[in-house]
């Protein structure tokens, strides 16, 4: 009996030997096989950082299939592929991957981009919020003011104005402190055509940053857009003080003189004044409605210009000067159902004065 035990115990240490070896060994080739995964990744996403997705697709899809349970690895190979236009298999590895996690926000964000690529506007908007209201594995805050900037950026370039200012309100109060983030934000009111929050995000960062030139440039395009014409030319002469190109800025500085000129709601002109500048503000409005070019507007045409024609004897009323604003202002709307926004040099102060005449 003594010779069989001693026999089975050899036996089993041997069996628990190699099944220890053969654990080892398996440990081993795993943590290489993790280890040549982490190689391929990182070298297929510096070659993807560099622009040449191409490239970086093999890499990426090595590591990938190395190791499957790495999102980051299939989401890398995701944005590789729809780099490089294989929309279609891009697509499936990002279902796949939030099919297993809806609320990663990585992955929310990779769909979005690729359903943005693909014109598919409203999905794209609709995985842009989840991402960011997703979950992110580290830096949760600034990635998500990232993905809602990027969501501005496209709703601004598409000119939703409306939806542009929904994101644009929270954007202002989660990156409350990265100017240049705000920096963006300010530009982004002005084109949602909030002028008033782009002068307070303005004038806030300026406070910080006195020497900006920039910053007075922003200004000075806000304050133009709320008809604060003298205030606008003072922050363009800013702008160039603090080291601008006046080249660039002297057309602006021009244009804000012009319209000062033009202005007729200012409180401290006379009657006589007014009735000038607004009789000169039709004339430009009927101007820019004859370059349109439109026919069918000929009693409009005839009853401005009867306007005009008219002899006014000593001190104008103040209704004198509102019947030809009014005038001009049914003339300009004509103007722009015809012939579509202006955006010409030669009518910018007109339509800065009508706008302000408008609010």
């Not at 300026?206 to 900006?212: A, G, I, K, Q, W």
Request: aromatic residues 6%; contains cysteine.
């Amino acid at each position: 009996m003594r010779p069989r035990l001693g026999l089975i115990i050899v036996i089993v240490g041997s069996i628990g030997t190699l099944w220890g070896v053969d654990v080892f060994l398996a440990r081993t080739e795993h943590s290489e096989m993790l280890g040549e995964a982490s190689r391929d990744f990182t070298g297929g996403s510096a070659l993807l950082a560099e622009g040449r997705a191409s490239d970086a697709i093999a890499p990426l899809r090595k590591a990938y299939a190395l190791d499957r349970s790495n999102g980051r690895y299939a989401l890398q190979l995701a944005a590789a592929l729809v780099a490089t236009g294989k929309l279609d298999e891009g697509g499936t590895l990002l279902r796949d991957l939030l099919e297993h996690n809806p609320n990663d926000g990585e992955a929310n964000l990779a769909e979005a981009r690729l359903l943005a690529r693909e014109g598919d506007w409203d999905n794209a908007f609709s995985y842009y919020h989840r991402a960011i209201f997703g979950s992110w594995d580290s830096n949760g805050l600034s990635q998500k003011v990232a993905a809602r900037l990027e969501l501005a950026t496209l709703l601004a370039e598409r000119g939703l104005q409306k939806d542009l200012l929904a994101e644009i309100l929270p954007l202002e109060t989660e990156a409350a402190n990265n100017p240049d983030v705000l920096r963006r934000v300010a530009q982004l009111y002005q084109i949602a055509g909030s002028a008033p929050r782009a002068e307070i995000v303005y004038r806030g960062l300026l406070r910080e940053n006195t020497d900006d030139p920039d910053l007075y440039r922003g200004l000075g395009d806000a304050e133009l857009a709320l008809g604060n014409y003298r205030v606008a030319e003072a922050a363009f002469q800013n702008a160039i003080r603090n080291g601008a190109d006046r080249s660039r800025l002297e057309q602006k500085i021009q244009l804000a003189a012009n319209v000062a000129e033009l202005d007729p709601t200012l409180r401290r002109l006379t009657s006589t004044e007014k009735f000038s500048r607004s009789t000169r503000i039709l004339q430009l409005a009927l101007d820019a409605l004859d370059l349109c070019g439109r026919g069918d507007a000929a009693g409009q045409i005839s009853e401005a210009q009867k306007l005009l024609a008219a002899r006014v004897r000593g001190n104008p009323a103040n209704e004198l000067a509102e019947e030809r604003l009014s005038m001009a202002e049914r003339l300009w709307q004509t103007r722009i159902k015809a012939c579509g926004p202006s955006t010409s040099d030669e009518e910018e102060s007109l339509r800065l004065v009508m706008a302000k005449i408008a609010q």
